[in-house]
């Protein structure tokens, strides 16, 4: 009996004992996870001025290419390199003593086809009488008669070698098709030149007044660019129809150290097709270039004239995730949970998108943290600061 009362006592010290370290542990449970805090930016509704901005280069608006028409050694450059030529200026002279010896052949062989034409005339005419009479057979006569044919023919073909002969020898003085600057010489005196080498290659002479620039742009921006060029010679035409000389010339050009030339351009030339590879559109400009201050080579940006767009709604690059051509931002509804929505973008101003559709002014998204954003979480949002932000930037859309 006492030792049934002592497994009792025992038992119960226990228990007691298992409920004293039960509270403790409930006393000691860790705090609820603390909520993410989320900067956003507030959607506002405002005009913008956004032009449309291209990346190129500058070429000759006519390039052309000085080639070696005939093999040889060069004899002598005739000009300086990185000047402007006159249209008709010597510039090269290849070795002309080959082919002025070709020449010398052709002429000798003219020569011997006239003299055998003299010799098969005579005969011609001297047996032809004589087979009237039947003096001779008609064979003679026929044999006659080709042979002169003959004669002719070889004094034909002569005539061409000489011809040749002469074109060619022309070929060993070049000179320039047109004006332009001219580059760098791609053979020196003494080089053997030659069609089966670099194609000949001698040099490129550029017209560079206009000169052009060439960008590609994609599709989107092309027909952002010809709906803009519709629209302002739909606005510049003057009462007689004509379009006001003001927007013949809606292009701008920005140089290597961003400064504006000062002279406007226009577009001239658009490729057939869009290349399916880049899914780019090429196009020329040309600018007035009377002082040659613009070379080929050099980069340029080329700026149709501002579009505006009246309530714009723009938001941040980095608060908008792009996902296999899906972009999306995160929502923060009024009750501070977080919503997922599927946006529209358009043209991009600086570090902003103009959202097209998806947002309404006065909502507010996401500019931080989103890869630990879920749809329907808590957070504790607060208004983005300048840190939070990227700095604001001037420009256009790179079409």
């Not at 070709?102 to 005339?121: D, E, F």
């Not at 080089?191 to 017209?207: E, K, P």
């Not at 590609?216 to 709906?227: K, Q, V």
């Not at 931002?329 to 358009?346: H, L, N, Y």
Request: with cysteine; charged share 20%.
């Amino acid at each position: 009996m006492a030792k049934t009362k002592h497994s009792l006592l025992f038992l119960g010290m226990t228990f007691a004992l298992v409920q004293t370290l039960l509270s403790g542990c409930d006393s000691k449970a860790p705090p609820a996870a603390a909520v993410l805090e989320v900067p956003f930016v507030t959607v506002a509704a405002r005009d913008v001025s956004i032009p449309l901005d291209l990346i190129g280069e500058t070429i000759g608006s006519t390039d052309v290419t000085i080639r070696a028409r005939v093999d040889g050694f060069l004899d002598g450059i005739h000009f300086k390199e990185g000047t402007f030529v006159d249209k008709g200026a010597l510039l090269y002279t290849i070795d002309p003593q080959p082919l002025q010896a070709k020449l010398a052949q052709a002429r000798a062989m003219l020569a011997q086809a006239r003299t055998s034409l003299v010799k098969t005339k005579s005969d011609l005419d001297r047996i032809r009488p004589l087979a009237a009479m039947n003096a001779v057979s008609k064979l003679d006569l026929d044999a006659a008669v080709a042979n002169y044919e003959a004669a002719k023919s070889y004094v034909d073909a002569a005539n061409a070698q000489v011809e040749l002969a002469q074109i060619e020898l022309g070929y060993t003085r070049i000179h320039a098709p047109e004006r332009g600057l001219i580059g760098l010489s791609e053979a020196e005196v003494g080089d053997f030149v030659s069609q089966r080498t670099n194609g000949g290659l001698l040099n490129v002479i550029s017209r560079t007044d206009p000169i052009a620039v060439r960008v590609s742009i994609t599709e989107r921006g092309y027909l952002d660019a010809a709906r803009r060029l519709a629209d302002q010679q739909q606005g510049g035409r003057s009462a007689d129809g004509s379009i006001a000389t003001a927007n013949q010339r809606p292009l701008s050009l920005i140089l290597a150290d961003g400064s504006l030339y000062e002279q406007r351009g226009v577009p001239t030339k658009v490729d057939r097709n869009i290349d399916p590879t880049t899914g780019a559109l090429t196009i020329e400009a040309e600018f007035p270039n009377a002082q040659g201050l613009l070379r080929p080579g050099m980069f340029a940006r080329i700026r149709f004239d501002a579009d505006q767009i009246k309530g714009a709604l723009l938001l941040p690059q980095r608060a908008v995730s792009e996902l296999q051509s899906v972009h999306r931002v995160f929502v923060i509804k009024a009750d501070d949970t977080v919503e997922v929505r599927q946006v529209q973008v358009g043209q991009r101003l600086g570090s902003d998108w103009v959202i097209q559709s998806g947002l309404q002014p006065g909502e507010r998204v996401a500019v931080a943290g989103l890869l630990r954003l879920r749809p329907g979480m808590t957070v504790k949002p607060h208004e983005a600061n300048a840190s939070e932000l990227p700095p604001a930037a001037e420009g256009g859309k790179n079409g």
